[in-house]
Every structure is written in C-alpha cells, then in structure tokens.
C-alpha cells in the first residue's frame, strides 16, 4: 500500500477582484471588501460557497471577546442557536468542527496585505496550515499575532457594530457576493 494523496481543493469561481460580501445575520448586515488579488483561492472558495447557499442559515459558533467571532461550520445548521452557544453536539457533530470535505492552501505566506485588522475576515483551520475550508472569522480588534498563521481575504468596510454585537449562536442568514465596480 502506498500514500494516499488528498489534493487540495481548487475552486471554479473566477475571481474578478471587485468582489464584495454582504453578510446578513440576524444582527444586521456587515458588508466586507474581499481581497482576490492577495487571497484568490480564499476569495474564490468563499464566493463558490456563498453561491451556493452553503453558508445560510448556519450559526456563529465561537466568540472569544476581544479577539474574534467564528462561523462557518455545517454542523451548526440544523442546530437550536441556544446548543450552538453552549457548544453541544447536533446532529452532524460539534459546533466547529465541521467543514465542506475539502482542504484550500494556504495564502497567509504570499498575501502582502495578510493582516488581521479590527473587522479583518479571515479563514479559520487546524493544525495544518492548508486545511482551511468553510469555517471563517471577524477580529475583534487587531489580531497581528494571526499575520503568520491564518489567511486574510477580507476587511469589513460597513457592520463593525454589528460584527461587535454578535456572539455564538447568532444566525448567519444569508451570504451574497456582489461586484463593486457592476454598472
């Protein structure tokens, strides 16, 4: 028996460089310039999903005050947002540990504008560096320490009230991807 190669994911999405997110949570809207130039795959994963409607109606499954709020998991999806918050097992699994079956490589090594500021989004990933899937976050606050690790792909530009009131169990309700520069 031999190694068995997992390739990483390589999204179909065509980033233009113009795209912009509108996140609707059951808090309000954050509206977050997405970065193709310095984060394509990133970009590109994130759009394909948001296209598909993978993300709605999943909950926010982590908040640690001060430093972000993470969604993204499926297993959240079917979930009570009051389990989400207290972390209990769905149906699926545990609240953060799920993901869309794939892996994307990494861009936090080659993106120059790589940097977790206050309202950055960035994805979320285990131990390996080229794991990131579906799972992302919002800092709250400037998280430098992040830089070398976890890839930026966006920085909020409307929501930071709402990114700051929201904590784990809130609804993600909706992802759209627009273009900022359509007639």
């Known amino acids: 028996m031999g190694f068995i190669f997992d390739p990483l994911y390589t999204p179909s999405y065509a980033v233009v460089g113009d795209e912009v997110a509108r996140v609707a949570t059951s808090k309000g809207e954050i ?5 193709g130039a310095g984060a394509p795959i990133h970009v590109a994963n994130f759009c394909e999903l948001a296209e ?42 545990r609240p953060g540990t799920g993901g869309p079956g794939y ?3 990494e861009e936090f090594s080659s993106n120059p504008r790589n940097s977790h500021e206050d309202g950055a989004l960035a994805m979320a990933r285990s131990q390996d560096p080229n794991s990131a899937g579906s ?24 929501g930071f009230d709402v990114i700051g009131s929201l904590r784990a169990g809130d609804v993600i309700e909706s992802i759209r991807i627009e273009h900022a520069n359509a007639n």
């Open 31 to 35: 509206v977050v310039k997405l970065d």
């Open 52 to 93: 598909a409607g993978f993300y709605d109606g999943l909950k926010f499954h982590r908040y640690v005050p001060g430093f972000v709020i993470q969604g993204g998991c499926p297993n959240t999806r079917d979930m009570a947002p009051e389990d989400v918050a207290a972390g209990r097992s769905g149906r699926s699994g």
């Open 103 to 105: 892996r994307i490589r």
């Open 135 to 158: 799972q992302f976050y919002f800092c709250l606050g400037p998280q430098h320490m992040l830089d070398s690790g976890y890839t930026v792909f966006g920085q909020t530009v409307e």
